[in-house]
């Protein structure tokens, strides 16, 4: 939601200074239908959501999508934080054990620890962290 009220304020920014600037009404619409492309192209590749499907966690952002199956899952938590040298988005980094992480705030998230898989720890910054984890508990 962030990012389509910046588009749509960035769409009306540029409009405002072509029609200040006396642009041609042509540029002006090209204008907004190219900003328009442009943040329906970012939010199709950078949306962030969790699901729990078929007894497996589902977390896509854009076009990826990343399962963990139930029968995986050693361990459930929530953590107090993401760190904020992370950044935001997909990230991977290995401070004591690979980690695949998806970041949309660095406030309290879930960390799913698997049995078996390439990156061990999974943290997803889900809305409501106790929730979630109740979720995948039962």
Request: glycine share 4%; aromatic share 14%.
């Amino acid at each position: 939601q962030v990012f389509s009220s910046n588009g749509l304020a960035f769409i009306i920014f540029l409009n405002v200074l072509m029609v200040i600037s006396n642009a041609a009404p042509v540029a002006v619409l090209i204008t907004s239908v190219v900003a328009i492309i442009i943040s329906v192209a970012f939010w199709m590749f950078f949306k962030m959501s969790f699901s729990i499907i078929d007894r497996s966690v589902i977390a896509k952002f854009g076009l990826y999508s990343y399962e963990i199956p139930f029968k995986d899952i050693e361990k459930v938590e929530v953590i107090d934080k993401i760190p904020w040298y992370v950044g935001w988005g997909l990230r991977i980094w290995i401070k004591d054990v690979p980690k695949l992480a998806f970041v949309s705030n660095h406030g309290k998230s879930v960390q799913i620890d698997r049995k078996n898989a390439r990156f061990k720890k999974i943290v997803l910054s889900v809305n409501d962290p106790e929730k979630f984890k109740k979720m995948i508990k039962n």
